[in-house]
């Protein structure tokens, strides 16, 4: 049986301690946007801000292609919305190009 973890849809078998540890891992994208904004905002570096709203900028693009392109997710997917382009892909070419040019 499938637990969902509080405020999220994170689900992870009941009594799995490592799938309980991995759901609150995997909130670590919530984190990371707190804390580019407090680094920006603390540290006034242009360098977090950019980064920050690049990663905002991307979020937003991929909405736009998923609604745009309507692809559904794998048969074995739990989720109701599109599947292509992944969020995951995307930020982590976001990033790898960031690291490249800054």
């Known amino acids: 049986m499938q637990k969902p973890l509080s405020m999220f849809f ?3 078998e009941q009594g799995d301690r490592f799938g309980y540890l991995m759901a ?16 920006a905002v603390v540290r006034r570096e242009l360098h977090s801000a950019f980064m ?14 998923k609604h745009t392109l309507r692809e559904s997710r794998p048969d074995a ?18 990033f790898a190009m960031y690291y490249i040019i800054y």
Do not use: C
């Open 24 to 39: 609150w891992v995997s909130m670590s994208p919530i984190l990371l946007v707190v804390a580019f904004l407090t680094t």
């Open 77 to 94: 997917s739990n989720r109701e919305d599109f599947g292509m382009p992944s969020d995951h892909a995307q930020v982590s070419q976001f």
């Open 10 to 12: 994170i689900s992870y």
């Open 52 to 65: 920050f709203y690049g990663i905002l900028f991307s979020e937003v693009v991929n909405k736009v292609l």
